[in-house]
Each structure stands twice: as structure tokens, then as C-alpha cells.
């Protein structure tokens, strides 16, 4: 036994030197996130910005730059707000089912299942999307038109392939459901068991107890899960090039055939028959969605904080 | 895998075995990838399973890049090199300043095709198409239509047009014969579809999804890919013209070639005017892109006979079959297989 | 308005394992019930089953009769969030919830019932159950901090509030006092004695002192063997029980004791 | 509520409720769902809509009813609680749905094309009459998934470790944290142009290798493993961690032996997450994997096929069917592709959870 | 080879919150040093800083000197990894490694530091260390189930076998039998008595009479103010503390108690 507080030598020197390398590690990992990060950002830098500036004829029927992005920036923004809207509130559902109010027989093929669903490649999202879901949603597009035609989202016509922005949109949350769902049930089911049941004991309704014991609680998780899930969906590329009938301007519009295209999948589109000069533009356009993805995150970032700092009163 | 051991395939009839080993790469337009395919395992037969040919279907324009930046031997290419960013010069510029070769590999008539239930087949000329995918003509029963398939009963539906929603070849070569044979199509042909609106769709297979996927849609694809679907017969001097491979290849060797280019290169501008007998004009033609010497030995052997080989009969039979596309008439092949006969280590 | 509670042959399940065995009992109307026993003879496990606490676990069930005034409480009629809400329980480990305030966490009973409340009678039921709990004045100027940041001892007189501050008919206490110093005790074991006269309580403690002190009848849990159930071994006065129990072990156990 | 002055202490409610008075029967449930799907029938009978139109009816109708009927039994309480139930059960349902039809598409698409050929053949064929196979896509998949998780699974960890246990609120881990949500949103093919373009640049431009496949595809994976590690850690008690210090342990130990052992389910899940995620990425690959009829056991050099290139170039360039009308041979194996796939992550799912299973924490007997 | 502790003018801070005040005492070696006052004045927090375990906090410091065998534990070149070592700790909360089972969980202090052991030393230090908890009897039929799955005394008793596994030459409690029963109390006491030849103790504790039994000096801790910082009141034999203490305070705590 150690006589002295300031044990021998080499155990000190042994436990100090893996605290120093482990910490090292960590903290060169969080760095080479952020090298990789700089490096992708030089990137599309040094072969986007000479995109910004080309002669008319390489952004097709707009004058400049920003003509042929916005609409681009617009379709990927729309079809991502359609992924959340639709995605979010079925993924906490799910996520609520598998970890409170299934038992867990029936909680642990759910979320199998929906896992699977993660698997799924864009491409046979992509294929799905074509040929079964498009042709399914054709009649509601129709009856939207002729029903709902004064909302502007349902102006029409409607298309009558089904291959519409909203269809994407769908497709797209149900690409981005596992995500959102795989980590809002984790921190769900870790709620402390004595924070449920301190609300139980005052007489809350399961419901009660999810809002007082575990939203509080796994907020953090839930908001990281949905900018994971908004980061897919703006990034995805394969399933909008297939499934979205692109190639119109900035349109609210939901189920016409005339939709923008998203900036991911025109990247797709347009690289592979591209000249050089117009794999800039669109590298250009990359790095657009690149700052937007930036922004977005920096905005929810800052509704997070916000709301946590009146929490704390 | 099982099937990879080199004495496979010795049975594959080829009448010659060249005795070749190794690995040859290309990269290029996706419309040539099925006869890529047939292309590589008839020549990997030929050489007794010694030597692998890889085919990247990245598309002409990425696919040119790669050639021309040296990273693959041969590229393939729904459009001929051209000077408007430099691509020529700098392909040049690749071959240790020799002229690129340019040889035309693989041809498919482009069907317009349409899905309207009730009409199997309809006629049109090339003022017709063009207004319906310029959002002109928006009724099936329109009387333009009307007027020249009299015998057929035309519904009161509206037309979706669909076209395609990435760059691509098909599209520009589409636009070309709109361009050049209607007086109603006032956009430049392009490998983007110039008209905003209609139904747009990625890739050859995604035009087909969607016209089948609709009811009055119409769109145009690769011929050998439209199945089952309906398709237009069209206007070629007096005569409605189905599309066919025999049509294709007679236009491709009915055109003049591309002017000002050197005499390895046979680029060809087509003829969309036409009036030859059974000629079909709306078609896809595309190159593949190599040098004529190389530095290396080895690859100059591999070049020269995978190229040989696919503009020889035997080749373009096995494209036709694979992947239906027209094979070359004999003296377009001829004058490619002098070409590339040509290839060699310098 | 207080209840009896009457329990007849209660077995006490976690899935397969039957941790307690053949209760029967009943709790007096407007008077305080202790429950005492070794560690481990399922003391917390029975409480819990008087409110239905027990079932949020999975896996756990019970089998037997427990009838509050007449009513059984596991009647397939009964809904168990009205007899939570009836009957209040403040557990062995404080567990305020972590991202409210003080004053929240007090209220957070009341604004269940999604009753608009004014402020001014929102502070008065945080002042009043706050004070009930002794803990006014160690918060009263940091009731908009969070409740996690108070000592152990603090955050359990924070819940003991928050379960009073929703007036249940019968209060259920699994060791409240245990991570509580002296004066705190004593102020809860003051509000016991308050209580009772219009409450039903039942307190499981280890302290045979408080047990003595505040309780009007005890119940003595034991285990015959371990890995056996625990079972009820004697139920009757306090008085009784600690001068002169009907049972050897209960004397064993209590004479064995101290503290 | 009762007037005390406030220095009385709170007493019970003078009210006493009874704790069956309000509630509605157990069959409730069950009986409105019958009625809800009786009365979204009659529209369907007379209108003529469709299954889908029915169910989507009897489910609002339900959602509508049992809440009102609880509403009038219950009150407000019950009925929000019996609604947040209807709509959480129904928002299920409604994923499952468009979930099992995918499952369905893919299962009744793939499954002619499976045969041991189909997984021992690569595509290498040296007579157009050889059959072929999706082996050499199988190899190329799993290995530059493999290698794509030896890059981001010890970095993504790592940084989440440094964020929660190091960085804990320092600029620098506030900046990763945010800048890793500013990655996910990396399009897959600006990922795909990143390490072409990387790759080029390092090691000339005739270049095609898996490994580069592997780095575009860790910078997909990163943030997911980052972030769901980071939640799973910022779940691990501190009590835990000082329980661990007061053992004499130093803090990297803590971490590896404590920490991450505990959230292990968490993380697992988030790891496979991962790489479900990028397993089925196609436009990063096809750049710099390349395309190859053959196997190819080296993602260090040479191009590599995977089963998502394969499925996408086979699905745009299907070939002809042998016989007219039948089916192209390209979108039998691109079904049969993307089955296959489906298989293989079902497959890790299983083995990470059993993974999970074993280290989870263990609560109960 | 135990330690005599001595604390001069300690102040311990949250961030900017002082916490404790001005803390100067020593803590005779091979002795039981016992820490009494109300919940919040600062009896954990004091006891946290003498194994370095406050620091752990994020913005946790404190001003002053602590020397354990003339060393000064916060001198830079100490480690405090080896300090927490040889000085260990048991919690007011139980909390047993959640992954581990009931023989790893005593081993853990051991295993985490990577040492070698043969099969027969480690079961040999289980049932030591868990017979030193009076735990072995209850679970020598499990020792392979979950630590978590024990009731929460029995928790407790577990992680006491834990910190004296690993031999430490000062054991620092804080309310280590806030959740036990009597029996189990008594146990841990015997033990204490046991420990307290070779190991310097120190023990926070409510329960005024176990301060009495157990230790042979009481600190009295004591809040001047709500929201003022905790300071030491008083510090004696504990003979003399509860017989006539010097301060007038600690009269007050020690003569209002019970319990
Ligand atoms: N969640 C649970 N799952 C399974 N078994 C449990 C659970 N909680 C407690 N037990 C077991 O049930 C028995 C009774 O436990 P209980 O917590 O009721 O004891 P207790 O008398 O309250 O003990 P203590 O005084 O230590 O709190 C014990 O054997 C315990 O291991
Ligand atoms: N992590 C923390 N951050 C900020 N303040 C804290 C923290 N922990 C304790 N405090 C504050 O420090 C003071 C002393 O707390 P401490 O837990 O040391 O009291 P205690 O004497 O141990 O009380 P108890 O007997 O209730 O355990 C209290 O005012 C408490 O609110
Ligand atoms: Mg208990
Ligand atoms: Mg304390
Ligand atoms: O062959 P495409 O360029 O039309 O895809």
C-alpha cells in the first residue's frame, strides 16, 4: 500500500499519460471534423466561385448566378419543409409508441421494422416512389385540384404522373422518418424512471407524464434527431432527381408537374453530361446548399437556445 | 466469384483469339452502357477471360473530362468534341498533340412515344411534335393531329409532354431534329431540355415510368427501351416512319460529316432533313473518344483491339442484341476499323 | 374525507418473481400507518401498490383485494390516474424535475388539471406547500431556479411540497426523511401530526424512532428467507408494537434496533 | 380551491372523488373504431372512393369521435390523453403503411431474381449467354461500408466523447457541435466530388479506388455517429462518472469502462443508423469507385462495384427482355440488387442489436 | 497507514456561488470524523473536497489548503486520480454500475484500474467487501445478476462493499445509511468500528445519534443565512459536542434533535 498521496510514480505517470492521449484523441477527432469540414468547404469554393460568374448561356434561361439558383434553392427548401412537416410528427409518434405505450412485443418489431426502412437505398426510394406512390397519390392531386383549387399550394393542374413536389416531399419523409425516429425513441426510453413516475404519482395521464417528465428531458435529442433527419432531407439526392418532375420556377404550387428542382438533384442531373464550365455553376450551386444547411442550423440553433434561457428564466 | 477463372467463355465463338491481358478503362455517356457491356464480354471472350474491360457510365460530359485529364483510355460520348470550352484542343492536347479519333459506336433510333388509352399508333410530322412539346399543342384532339391520323379516334385529352429532366444526349439530339425539321422549334439543341413546364423525368428509364405512369402523356426515349408503349411514326419526305435500326443506320451514313476535322475524326453532323426511303432521323448517335497513339504498349494493344472489335460485325451484332441498338452500316464500320486499326504505341 | 385503505391477500409480482406475499391489512382513516422491515422485504413494493404505482413497471402485477372506502382500487373500472391523483406519494430519492423551476416543480400537480390558475393563487399554493415542506424560506428568493440545483436534502422537501401542493386524500411516503437532516425531519414529522387529522397517511421509514413517533400503527415486514417474498409479519398499534408485539421476530427486530 | 390565508398549510380537497366516476368502458376504444369504420363506409359505398380513401376516413372519424365521447365522459383530461394515444398509435400506422408497401415492392421485385448464381456470379462474362451475378457488388459494398465505419464509428465516437466529456460548453465543442449539424446536410454527391476531386489531386487522374468511396461516404456517417453518440452519452448519469472517480479511476478509463459501456445500446443503434444510412448511397460511388464487372477484394486500388451503382446504372440502362413485353434484365437485377441490400442491413440490425442487448444496461432480474 | 487530514480556511465554490465558507480543521488519522448540520449547509460539498471529487463539477474550485500527511492535495503536481485512490468515497444516492453485475460492480474499483487479479483473490475481495457490507448473505445466491436490480438499501450496501474493495486509507461517507434499515445500519457501524484501526473515517450523517456512536470528532456545519455560504460552527470531540458544546448554535441543533 502507497505510503504517500501522490502514489508512485509510475502509476501517476502511467494514468496521467492515458488521460493526456485519450483526451488528445477526442479533441483530434472533434478537429479533423471540423479539417474535414474546412477542407470540403475549400473545396467547393475553389471549383464553385468561378461558377458565380459565367457568360448567360451557362445558367440556361436565367440572366445570372442567383436567377438560375434561386429557384433551385427554393425547390430544396420546399420539398425539405414538406419531408419535416410530414416526417416529424409521425417519427415522434412512432417514437412515443415503441418506447410508452407498446408493450414491448409488439415496441420491438415496430422499430425493427422502421429501421429497416433506413436501409432502403435512394434508389429504390427513387423506384418506389415512380411506380407505386406516384400513381396512388394521382387521384387525391385531382380531387385537390377540383376541391381545393382556390388554396394556392393546390392551384393545379394536377399532374397526372403523381411526380410532384409533395410527392417528393413524402418520399423523402419517409426516407427521413428512421432517422428522426431511431434517436427520438432512444432518449425517450432513457428517461429516468423517477421522473415518470414522480409524474405518474401526481396523477398525470400518460400523456401528461410524457409532457412533464420526458419532452423536458429529451428535448436536446429531439431537436438534434429532427436537424439530422432536415440534413438528409436538403442533402438527398438520387430519390428527388427520380421521383420529382423538375424543371419549373419558384412555384407554391404542390401538384403540378411544373416543379423547381432540388439543388442535390440537379447537381446529379446536370454533372454527368456536363462541360466544365457548367460542373462549376453547379458546384457553385452545391456550395449555396452548403451555406443554406449553415444557416438553417445556425437559425434553429439560435430558436433552441432561445427557448431554453426562457425555461430558465 | 465462380464465373471469373480465366478459361471461361473459350466456347464464345469469336473467330479470333488475340491473345490479350489486362485491364482497359472508359468512362462516358450512359446511353452506350448495356453495349458497353456486350462489347466487354465479347472482346474479355475473345482474350480467354485475360483481360477486363471497365466501363464507367458516368455520362459523355464526365466522361470526356476523364479522358481528356488522362484518367481513362477511352472515353464515350453522345456528342463530338467540340472548341466552344476548349474540350478539342485539350483532347488533342491529351493524344501528345495528335488529333483525338472519333468514331461513331453506337446508334439507336429515339422514339417518341406516348400512352393514350384507346391509340395504339399515330402519325406526325416534325411540326406536330414540336408544338406539342413546346406546350402548343395542349389536346390530344387538336386538329393538327386530327388532321393527319383521320382513321383514328382522338380522346378530349390533355397532353402531357414529358422530357427529360437531366442532361442528356437523347435530349439534345432530339432538339437538334426538332430544330432542324420544323419551322415551329425556336430553341438551340441542347443537352438540357430548353422548354419550361411539361412533365420532366430522369433518364430514359424515368420518361418511360412516367409515360406509362399517365394517361396523354408523350415523351421520347431510346427506342429499344419504349417496350410495350405506342409510338409515332414520323413524317420522312411523304412516308409516316416507324422507328427502326435499319432507319437509323441509314441516316447516320446519309449524313455529312462534321467540317473541319481532322481524318481520324468522323464526326458527323446528321441529316434531320432527310427524305431517303425508310431513312428514320430522330436518332441518337454516339462516339467513342481515343487517341491514336499511346505511350504505353500494353494499352495501345488493348485500345486498338476493343475498338476494333466493337465496330466490327461481330460487335455490333452483340450491341444490337444486348442492348438494341442499330449496328453500323458497312461503310461507316469500314471506314471505322481503318481508324482504329490504326491505333498504336508511340 | 380521508380513506381507509383495506388490503386482502395481496401478492405483489415483477414479472415472475413474487416479492411480496399474502398482505393483508387496513389502514386507518385519518391517521398514520408506518411501515418498517429490513431492506430488501418489499416495504417500497407494497406502498407502491396502493396508489398503482406498482404497474407503471412492466412486467408488474398484482394479485388480491385492495379497497380504498369501499371502492376496489383495482377494479377493471377504476382508472388509475384518478387514484394517483387521490392518493399522493413522495419517493425515496428526491426526483424533482430537472428542467423546471422551483416554482414550477410545485405546481406542476396543479397545472395538470389545466385549470387556469391566477397568479396570485398559483403563489399561494407554492407559498403554503413550500412552507408545509419547510423549505420557504431557503427558496423563497430563487423559486425561478432550477430545482436541481438544490442540496439532496432540499430537493426532497421540494417533492414532499409538490405532492401536497395537489391535496391528496391519502399521502404515501417511502423514506422521505431519509436523505433529511434533523430540523428538516422534524418539520415533516410536525406536518405529519398536522396532516393526519384531515389525511390518510402511510410512511415507510427505517428510522424505528420516527416510526414510534409519528405513527398511530405500524406494519412489520419481513423476509423468511433470501430470495423468499417478503410478507407482512404483524400489523397493530404502535404502542403495542414497539412495548409488546404479538410476534418474536417483530421483538427481535425492534429490540435489535437503534438509532 | 379552498380560502386559506396563506400561512395555513394546504388540506385535501373537501371534495371526494370517486376513482371509477369518470371513465369511459374498456370497450370504448373498440366499439368506436367499429362505428368510425361502419360511418366511413357509407361516403365510400355512395361516392365510390376507394381502401385507401375508407381507411383514411374511419381513422378521423375515430380520432374525432372517441376524443369527443371521452370529452363528455371524461372530461377534457381523458380526452386529450385518449386523442395523444389515438394520433401516436394512427401516426404508426400510417408509416408502417407506405413501409410495407416498400418492403412489398422490393420483396415481390427481387425475389425471381435470387438463385445462387445471382450471389456467387459477378457480372465478369466473357459470352453473352453467361449468366451473371451481383457477387462482385456484394464484396464492394461491404467493404467500402467496412472501411467507411473504421473511419467514422473511433472519429465519430471520439468527438462526442470529446464534446460531452471534454469540451462540456468550451467554444471550441460548441463550434463541432454545430458545425456537425452543418455536415448532414453535405449533399452525398458534393461528397462524391470532395473525395473525386481529393483523390485526383493525391494520386492522379486515373484514380478509382473503393477507399475513396469509403471517405465520402464517412462524411455522411460522421455527424449521424457524432450526434447520436453525443445523445446518448449526455444520458449517462453523473453519479455514474463520479462514482467511478471516487474508485480512483482516472477519467479516460471512466469513459471506456463506465461511460460507454452504458450508453452502448444508444450508440450501436446510432452506428447502424449510420450506416443503414449511407449503405444504399449511390451518387458519391459512382465517381470514384468506378464501375467493375469484376470482384475486387482491394478497396486500395482499382475500381470497386456496390450494389447501389449496380442497382442505379442497371435501373437506367435495363437492356432488352428476351422476350418482348417480359422483363429487362437490368430491373430484374436491380430489384434483386436492392433485396439483397435490405437483407444485408437487416441482417447487421440483428447483429447490433444483440450487440446492444448484451451490453445494455441491465435494470431489472 | 492511515492519513490525518488537515483543512485550512477552505472556501468552496459553485462557479461563482460560495458555497462553503472558511473551513479550517483536522481530521485525526485512524479516527471517525463525523459532520453534522442542516441540509444545504454545505456537509457534501465540504466532504467532496477532501478527495478532490469537486472539482469534477464544471466550475467547481476551491480557494485554501488541504494537506493530507503534510502533502497539499491541491498542489499542482498532485494527481488527483491517485488521490481519489487512497481516499474513497460512498454516495448519499446508491449508484451501482447500471452494465455491471453484482460481482463485477465490488470489483470495479479494482478491474477499472486495470489490475491483474487471479480468480480466487477477486472472489475472495467480493465476499470480503460484501460481507464488510453486510450484503453477502442477501446476494451470494446472484452474484452474477445486475446490480441494478437490488432494492435500493441493498444498492446502498453494495456500493459501500465497492469503496472498501479497493482498500482506501481514508473513506469519506456521505449519509451512507440514509437508506438503510436498522440491521443493515448496524452492520455498516460495526463495520466502521472495525475500519476505524487502520482507516481515517469521515462520515456525514443527519442521524445525530450515529454521530454519537460511531465517531470520535463531530464538526458542526451551519448556514449563517439563507443563501449565504455553509461554515463550520464547531469542531470537537464528539464527547464534547454532545455533552456541552462550546457554541450556542450547535447547543440548538444538537438539543433540538430526535431521531
Ligand atoms: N423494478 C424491480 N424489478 C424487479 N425486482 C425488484 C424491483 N424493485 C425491487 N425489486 C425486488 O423486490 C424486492 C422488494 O424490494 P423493495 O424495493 O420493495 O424493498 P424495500 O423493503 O423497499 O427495501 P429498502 O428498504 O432497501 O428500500 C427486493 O428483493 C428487490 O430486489
Ligand atoms: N452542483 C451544484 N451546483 C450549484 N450549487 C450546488 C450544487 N450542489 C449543491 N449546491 C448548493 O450548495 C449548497 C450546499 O449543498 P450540499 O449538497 O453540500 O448540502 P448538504 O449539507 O450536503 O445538504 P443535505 O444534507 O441536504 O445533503 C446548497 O445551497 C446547494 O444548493
Ligand atoms: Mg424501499
Ligand atoms: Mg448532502
Ligand atoms: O443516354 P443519355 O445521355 O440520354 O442518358
Known amino acids: 500500500m502507497a505510503t504517500t498521496v501522490v502514489a508512485e510514480d509510475t502509476a501517476r505517470a502511467r494514468s496521467r499519460l492515458g488521460d493526456r492521449v485519450f483526451s488528445r484523441l477526442a479533441l483530434s477527432a472533434g478537429i479533423a471534423i471540423l479539417a474535414a469540414l474546412a477542407a470540403v468547404f475549400i473545396f467547393l469554393a475553389i471549383e464553385g466561385i468561378p461558377g458565380l460568374a459565367k457568360p448567360a448561356e451557362f445558367y440556361g434561361d436565367a440572366s445570372n448566378f442567383w436567377g438560375y439558383v434561386a429557384p433551385l434553392l427554393f425547390g430544396t427548401v420546399l420539398a425539405a419543409i414538406i419531408a419535416l412537416i410530414v416526417a416529424v410528427p409521425l417519427s415522434w409518434g412512432i417514437a412515443l409508441v415503441v418506447s410508452h405505450y407498446a408493450p414491448k412485443r409488439v415496441a420491438t418489431p415496430i422499430a425493427y421494422v422502421i429501421d429497416l426502412l433506413a436501409a432502403v437505398p435512394s434508389v429504390v426510394f427513387g423506384l418506389w416512389g415512380i411506380s407505386v406512390l406516384a400513381p396512388r397519390l394521382t387521384p387525391a392531386y385531382a380531387w385537390l385540384d377540383e376541391n381545393a383549387g382556390w388554396v394556392p399550394f393546390f392551384a393545379g393542374p394536377a399532374s397526372t404522373t403523381g411526380r410532384t413536389i409533395l410527392t417528393a416531399g413524402i418520399v423523402l419523409a419517409i426516407m427521413i422518418i428512421p432517422i428522426i425516429t431511431a434517436i427520438s425513441r432512444e432518449v425517450f426510453a432513457q428517461t429516468p424512471r423517477l421522473h415518470e413516475e414522480a409524474a405518474l404519482a401526481l396523477g398525470a395521464t400518460r400523456w401528461e407524464m410524457l409532457r412533464l417528465a420526458v419532452f423536458p428531458y429529451a428535448r436536446s435529442g429531439m431537436v438534434s434527431a429532427v436537424m439530422l433527419g432536415l440534413g438528409r432531407a436538403l442533402g438527398e439526392t438520387m430519390a428527388v432527381a427520380m421521383v420529382l418532375s423538375a424543371g419549373g420556377g419558384i412555384s407554391f404550387n404542390l401538384i403540378s408537374s411544373t416543379n423547381p428542382a432540388s439543388i442535390a438533384s440537379n447537381i446529379a442531373s446536370n454533372y454527368k453530361e456536363g462541360t466544365p464550365g457548367k460542373i462549376q455553376v453547379l458546384i457553385a450551386t452545391g456550395l449555396v446548399l452548403f451555406l443554406v444547411t449553415f444557416l438553417v442550423n445556425f437559425a434553429a440553433r439560435w430558436v433552441v437556445q432561445r427557448s431554453e434561457r426562457r425555461l430558465a428564466r | ?346 | 374525507m380521508a380513506k381507509s385503505i383495506t388490503v386482502d391477500d395481496l401478492d405483489i409480482y415483477y414479472g415472475d418473481f413474487l416479492a411480496v406475499q399474502g398482505v393483508s391489512m387496513t389502514v386507518k382513516a385519518r391517521s398514520v400507518t408506518a411501515f418498517i422491515g429490513p431492506s430488501g422485504c418489499g416495504k417500497s413494493t407494497f406502498l407502491r401498490s396502493l396508489n398503482r404505482m406498482h404497474e407503471v413497471i412492466p412486467g408488474a402485477r398484482v394479485e388480491g383485494k385492495v379497497m380504498v372506502d369501499g371502492q376496489s382500487l383495482y377494479d377493471s373500472a377504476v382508472d388509475p390516474v384518478a387514484v394517483r391523483r387521490q392518493i399522493g406519494m413522495v419517493f425515496q430519492r428526491p426526483n424533482p424535475f430537472p428542467t423546471m423551476s422551483i416554482y414550477d416543480n410545485v405546481l406542476a400537480g396543479n397545472r395538470l388539471n389545466s385549470k387556469k390558475m391566477k397568479k396570485a393563487e398559483a403563489d399561494d399554493i407554492v407559498e403554503r406547500s413550500l412552507k408545509g415542506a419547510n423549505l420557504w424560506n431557503e427558496v423563497k428568493d430563487r423559486l425561478g431556479k432550477p430545482g436541481m440545483g438544490l442540496s439532496g436534502g432540499q430537493q426532497q422537501r421540494l417533492c414532499i411540497a409538490r405532492a401536497i401542493a395537489v391535496e391528496p386524500q391519502v399521502l404515501l411516503m417511502d423514506e422521505p426523511c431519509s436523505a433529511l437532516d434533523p430540523i428538516s425531519t422534524s418539520a415533516i414529522e410536525d406536518l405529519i401530526h398536522e396532516l393526519k387529522s384531515e389525511y390518510t397517511i402511510v410512511i415507510v421509514t427505517h428510522n424505528m424512532q420516527q416510526a414510534a413517533r409519528v405513527s398511530d400503527e405500524t406494519g412489520f415486514f419481513n423476509l423468511k428467507a433470501a430470495g423468499q417474498p417478503g410478507h407482512l409479519v404483524e400489523f397493530n398499534s404502535t404502542q403495542k408494537m414497539f412495548a409488546n408485539p404479538d410476534n418474536e421476530a417483530t421483538e427481535a427486530y425492534i429490540s435489535g434496533r437503534f438509532g | 380551491m379552498s380560502t386559506v390565508t396563506p400561512t395555513t398549510p394546504v388540506r385535501p380537497r373537501s371534495e371526494a372523488v370517486s376513482f371509477t366516476a369518470a371513465k369511459l368502458p374498456r370497450f370504448a376504444p373498440a366499439l368506436v373504431a367499429v362505428v368510425a369504420i361502419a360511418a366511413a363506409a357509407l361516403p365510400v359505398l355512395f361516392m365510390g372512393a376507394g381502401a385507401i380513401t375508407w381507411a383514411v376516413l374511419a381513422g378521423i372519424v375515430y380520432l374525432v369521435a372517441l376524443p369527443l365521447w371521452a370529452r363528455a365522459v371524461e372530461g377534457s383530461r381523458g380526452a386529450t390523453d385518449r386523442l395523444v394515444t389515438g394520433l401516436v398509435w394512427a401516426a404508426c400506422a400510417v408509416a408502417i403503411v407506405p413501409l410495407v408497401s416498400l418492403l412489398w415492392t422490393v420483396v415481390d421485385r427481387g425475389l425471381p431474381a435470387i438463385n445462387t448464381t445471382f450471389l456467387t456470379f459477378s457480372m465478369y462474362r466473357t459470352d453473352l449467354d453467361q449468366e451473371v451475378g451481383i457477387y462482385h457488388a456484394l464484396i464492394g459494398t461491404l467493404l467500402i461500408t467496412l472501411f467507411a465505419a473504421l473511419i467514422s464509428v473511433p472519429i465519430g465516437i471520439m468527438a462526442a466523447i470529446y464534446l460531452i466529456e471534454y469540451g462540456k460548453g468550451n467554444r471550441l465543442a460548441r463550434w463541432i457541435t454545430f458545425l456537425v449539424d452543418v455536415m448532414t446536410g453535405i449533399p452525398s454527391i458534393v461528397a462524391g466530388l470532395f473525395a473525386f476531386a481529393l483523390f485526383i489531386l493525391l494520386f492522379g487522374p486515373s484514380t478509382r479506388m473503393g477507399f475513396g468511396g469509403s471517405v465520402a461516404l464517412s462524411l455522411l456517417m460522421i455527424p449521424i455517429v457524432v450526434r447520436s453518440t453525443e445523445e446518448m452519452l449526455r444520458l449517462v448519469p453523473d453519479e455514474l462518472r463520479e462514482a467511478s472517480y471516487a474508485l480512483g479511476v482516472p477519467k479516460w478509463r471512466t469513459i471506456v469502462k463506465v461511460v460507454l459501456p452504458t450508453a452502448l445500446g444508444g450508440i450501436v443503434t446510432g452506428v447502424t443508423l449510420s450506416i443503414a444510412r449511407v449503405v444504399g448511397e449511390t451518387a458519391p460511388l459512382l465517381l470514384i469507385a468506378g464501375l467493375t464487372t469484376r470482384t475486387n477484394f482491394n478497396v486500395f486500388a482499382e475500381r470497386m462495384t456496390t450494389l447501389p451503382v449496380l442497382i442505379f446504372t442497371q435501373n437506367a440502362n435495363p437492356g432488352i427482355a428476351e422476350t418482348p413485353g417480359g422483363i429487362r434484365p437490368g430491373i430484374e437485377i436491380a430489384w434483386g440488387g436492392a433485396l439483397v441490400l435490405i437483407v444485408i442491413v437487416m441482417l447487421l440490425n440483428i447483429v447490433a442489436r444483440t450487440i446492444g442487448a448484451i451490453f445494455a444496461p441491465k435494470t431489472g432480474h
Open chain 2, 1 to 346: 466469384a465462380s464465373n471469373e477463372t480465366g478459361d471461361t467463355g473459350t466456347d464464345s465463338g469469336s473467330s479470333e483469339t488475340s491473345g490479350l491481358s489486362g485491364d482497359l478503362n472508359g468512362a462516358g455517356a450512359s446511353s452506350q452502357e448495356k453495349a458497353q457491356g456486350a462489347w466487354a464480354t465479347g472482346f474479355q471472350g475473345m482474350n480467354d477471360g485475360n483481360v477486363t474491360v471497365n466501363y464507367d457510365p458516368v455520362g459523355s460530359g464526365d466522361g470526356r473530362t476523364n479522358f481528356i485529364e488522362g484518367g481513362v483510355s477511352f472515353a464515350g460520348s453522345d456528342s463530338y468534341l467540340n472548341d466552344d470550352e476548349g474540350e478539342l484542343t485539350a483532347a488533342k492536347e491529351r493524344c501528345n498533340g495528335e488529333d483525338p479519333i472519333e468514331v461513331p459506336a453506337y446508334v439507336s433510333p429515339i422514339a417518341v412515344t406516348f400512352n393514350l388509352e384507346g391509340v395504339d399508333s399515330l402519325n406526325m410530322d416534325a411540326d406536330t411534335i414540336a408544338q406539342i412539346f413546346d406546350g402548343k399543342i395542349t389536346k390530344w384532339n387538336d386538329p393538327a393531329i386530327a388532321e393527319i391520323n383521320a382513321d383514328v379516334d382522338l380522346p378530349d385529352t390533355a397532353i402531357t409532354p414529358v422530357h427529360r429532366s437531366d442532361d442528356s444526349g437523347t435530349t439534345k439530339n432530339f432538339t437538334d431534329y426538332l430544330g432542324k425539321a420544323s419551322s415551329s422549334w425556336s430553341y438551340e439543341a441542347e443537352d438540357a431540355f430548353p422548354v419550361k413546364g411539361g412533365e420532366a423525368a430522369e433518364g430514359t428509364s424515368g420518361v418511360i415510368s412516367a409515360v406509362s405512369g399517365g394517361d396523354g402523356t408523350i415523351g421520347y426515349a431510346d427506342e429499344s427501351q419504349v417496350g410495350d408503349l405506342s409510338v409515332v411514326s414520323v413524317k420522312v419526305g411523304e412516308e409516316y416512319v416507324a422507328p427502326s435500326a435499319e432507319g437509323a443506320a441509314l441516316v447516320v451514313e446519309a449524313s455529312p460529316a462534321a467540317e473541319g476535322r481532322a481524318d481520324v475524326d468522323m464526326a458527323v453532323d446528321i441529316d434531320r432533313t432527310t427524305t431517303e426511303a425508310g431513312a428514320y432521323p430522330v436518332v441518337l448517335l454516339s462516339y467513342l473518344i481515343a487517341c491514336q497513339t499511346y505511350e504505353d504498349q500494353a494499352e495501345a494493344d488493348l485500345v486498338k483491339g476493343y475498338l476494333s472489335y466493337i465496330v466490327s460485325d461481330e460487335g455490333q451484332q452483340a450491341a444490337s442484341e444486348e442492348a438494341g441498338s442499330a449496328p453500323l452500316s458497312a461503310t461507316v464500320a469500314e471506314k471505322a476499323q481503318s481508324i482504329v486499326d490504326a491505333i498504336s504505341a508511340g
